[in-house]
């Protein structure tokens, strides 16, 4: 009798846990899928970096930072499903700088955007990411030395990374990472719908999920 | 007089409510957190190292019969996770001032998550959780010291 009170109770407790975070997970969905329609610009604001096709009807927007080391393991595995749906998706660049001083990487980045040289920057940082920010212990002094393999102007960016309108972007999309609660890089929306559990696989059958409900056969 | 039976009953009783409210504390802590995504502060941390050992330090004291002895194990894990979560709350409360807590990295220990009836946040519920656990023990102590 006494095993049996605890032993319910304690499944109790665990199912309603369960049942709960199902329920705060449909809530969820909804209110981004209400969003993502509603206020698009939320999700792809004009200053938005993207890549892929015009037409593509899947828009993959990821919350990220130069600095934040699973972005740079999930950046080949990104390239990589892109390649095998050509013209279908569209990557969002989005960024929320957390740590402290990762906002300058940002205005790095965004200063070579400004060259043309946006995603090569962009790879390079994230390959040479265990030189110049290992467990987001930043040395900017090494990234500088990396960076001509971009074959970016490094004076030049110097110069440009200090830009109001740099600032300006980061001030936007970390106001938007607010409005859409993102609490962790990278942070993932497919067509608004936001990746719900973590993971290489979870991510695949969202984008998969999507890329079957907008080009269907 | 009441039975020795009934008495050992109502201790039992009292303390599976002890055990039931430390359950549900840690299952809305873990829900808060990992399905909420609220993250916690240095000072839950600690309330959470105070309050999850006890999920289990009561269960044992309710096999196979009420054992007194878990009341000495877990007075002082209640009562230092009590005295964090008053502080926590008069840190929140704004009664302490902010500049002398421990937790300036990460996430700060007055962030706003929830307040429910708009007045009862977090830390107070943790607090008002710790100090029922010290009371109800404290009435078992004197049940079985009698």
Known sequence: MKYALVGITGLVLVLAFVFGSQYYKEQQ???YGFMAAENAEL???EHSQTLGSEDAKVYLV???DPACETCAAFAPFIKQIMAANPGKIKLVIRYAPFHEGADNFVKILEAARMQGKYWETLDVMFQTQNV????HNYQPARLWDILPRAGVDIEQI???MHDPAIAKIIEQDMADVKALNVQKTPGYFVNGKPLQTFGYRQLHALIQAELNAQYPN | MPSPDKTANLNWTLLFLCWLLVSVSATISIFFSSVLEYQPCVLCWYQRIFLFPLIFIFAAGLFPAFDKSVIKYALPLTIAGGLTALYHTLLYAGIIPE???PCSQGVSC???YFELFGFVS???LSFFAFSTLVALLIILKRRTSQ
């Open chain 1, 29 to 31: 969905a909804e209110k």
């Open chain 1, 43 to 45: 999700f792809v604001r």
């Open chain 1, 62 to 64: 990821e919350f990220m």
């Open chain 1, 132 to 135: 110049w920010a290992s467990h």
């Open chain 1, 158 to 160: 110097r110069k440009d």
């Open chain 2, 99 to 101: 500049n002398i807590q």
């Open chain 2, 110 to 112: 007055t962030e706003k």
């Open chain 2, 122 to 124: 977090i830390p107070m």
